[in-house]
């Protein structure tokens, strides 16, 4: 079983900065793809970032320009970098990653206030 493992979430300001990782117990470049998801009270979980194989990223409209997903080979991580944060970007944000199966982490709390 993949176990994935979230760090970095934390409260912080609005305009502020944090750096999520995601530590993975198998080779993260095994995965066809891994991301980050988000949930937010009452909403339904959605897409904040993905990596793909051959290193292309997508990223959420809303968070295009202030958040960076890339991987480190020797960490064996995934990290969302999370620039000049909004009230709205609090959630429970989760790690995630595919090989056919789904892949979940427990998820990281990260608040913004306003």
């Known amino acids: 079983q993949v176990q994935l493992v979230e760090s970095g979430g934390g409260l912080v300001q609005a305009g502020g900065s944090l750096r999520l990782s995601c530590a993975a117990s198998e080779n993260i470049f095994s995965f066809s793809a891994m991301g980050w998801y988000r949930q937010a009270p009452g909403k339904e979980r959605e897409l904040v970032a993905g990596?793909?194989?051959?290193?292309?990223?997508k990223y959420a409209d809303s968070v295009k320009g202030r958040f960076t997903i890339s991987r480190n080979r020797a960490k064996n991580t995934v990290s969302l970098q999370m620039d000049n944060l909004k009230f709205e970007d609090t959630a429970v944000y989760y790690c995630?990653?595919?090989?056919?199966?789904?892949?979940w982490g427990q998820g990281t709390q990260v608040t913004v206030s306003s």
């Open positions: 990596i793909y194989g051959g290193g292309t990223t």
């Open positions: 995630n990653a595919a090989r056919g199966v789904i892949f």
